[in-house]
């Protein structure tokens, strides 16, 4: 095996592969990556957590045909430390020959034998084309909203429910959901739940992919999805079991509707929080009434006071939030006004454009005391 690129390819490439890497693994094989030089020309790299998996295609020269496996971190610490030049690599006797301006190295590989067959299912289910930007805004919009804890099966995931019409995302966590919604023409209508992380993960290779394409492919069936973004793919295993029924949980009716400026709620929540205390569920109060918002927060070292200017329709209210749940759902809100719907002190919230419903966001309240 043998090739010659850039050291500008080479380590961006590599920073799309090594997603992929897992360190938390006792399966050696695992901890790298697989240089796969073919008979065109090019060169796959390719890496896998068996739950993950990522392949990477691109033209080299002075190639010839084989295979290695070579240690993720090492190598990728090698090629990102050289400088921008021509690195020529080839296999010798198992070992990998580095070669770049006046430095070599050479690395010990290991055979490709072991390492696991990224098997894609491009040729089974069904296939949905994304606007690249429109695929990693959805993410954006639902992902955090998706539980950290792995034992808590599917709500660390992400559902993708596919309708004749549309395409939803949808998260949650227990105390608040997200979802975002797209128009889009689909074949049939089907639901796969695919974890959070790795749908970040996408969204990273697109901002980091600059192909000439503006879509990317999901194909996918019972067990697994692909995702083609120009020349990588992202091959993973999907979260088995039922979602939840989210719009079981949307409220259908509500006594108080307010409409107001994203960017100044944002900001007076995030000042107010200054003095919110994590272990009190980093509480903030809003007291709603006439044409103001007054949001207070107090602890043992001070309290604070903020008034947002609103449009009001319906009852006045006092409730309280975690204001770290408000924050994380105004911030990747897009739009100057926003339609907030309240019914009461211990109802959740629910955060809407002022028209249309491209995106909801669902905000359990925190008890508070003197109301």
Do not use: W
Not at 172 to 187: S, T
Request: with cysteine; aromatic share 6%; glycine share 6%.
């Amino acid at each position: 095996m043998k090739f010659s690129c850039s050291q500008q390819i080479l380590s961006k490439s590599l920073n799309i592969v090594s997603k992929a890497v897992t360190a938390r693994t006792t399966i050696p094989i695992l901890k790298g990556i697989l240089l796969k030089v073919n008979h065109d020309g090019t060169l796959t790299m390719s890496a896998s957590d068996l739950d993950l998996g990522i392949e990477k295609t691109f033209e080299v020269e002075n190639s010839e045909e084989g295979e290695i496996v070579v240690q993720a971190k090492l190598f990728g610490d090698i090629i990102r430390k050289l400088p921008n030049d021509i690195i020529t690599i080839e296999e010798a006797d198992g070992n990998i020959i580095i070669k770049c301006s006046n430095s070599e190295f050479n690395i010990v590989g290991s055979p490709s034998d072991e390492f696991p067959k990224l098997v894609s299912s491009e040729n089974e289910g069904s296939r949905i084309v994304f606007e690249k930007e429109t695929l990693k805004d959805m993410i954006r919009k639902t992902s955090f909203a998706a539980s950290i804890d792995e034992s808590r099966g599917v709500i660390t995931g992400i559902l993708v429910e596919i309708k004749e019409n549309c395409l939803n995302m949808v998260a949650l966590d227990g105390f608040r959901m997200a979802v975002a919604r797209q128009q889009m023409k689909n074949g049939k209508e089907e639901n796969i739940i695919i974890p959070a992380k790795i749908f970040n993960e996408i969204a990273k290779i697109i901002s980091e992919t600059e192909g000439e394409k503006e879509t990317a492919d999901l194909y996918m069936n019972e067990k697994k999805a692909v995702f083609i973004i120009d020349d990588t793919k992202v091959i993973l295993r999907l979260l088995d079991g039922e979602f939840v029924k989210y719009e079981d949980i949307l409220p259908k009716e509500s006594h108080t509707r307010v409409i107001l400026n994203r960017n100044d709620f944002l900001e007076s929540i995030e000042r107010a929080s200054l003095l919110a205390k994590v272990g009190k569920n980093n509480l903030i109060r809003l007291d709603i009434k006439s044409n103001n918002i007054e949001i207070t927060s107090k602890s043992e070292e001070g309290n604070v006071k903020e008034d947002v200017i609103i449009s009001k329709e319906g009852n006045d209210l006092i409730i309280g939030f975690n204001s770290k749940y408000l924050i994380d759902a105004l911030k990747v809100i897009d739009d100057e006004e926003i339609n907030i719907l309240f019914n009461s002190s211990v109802s959740p919230c629910l955060i809407r454009p002022v028209s249309g419903d491209e995106y909801e966001y669902l905000v359990l309240p925190v008890r508070i005391t003197n109301n």
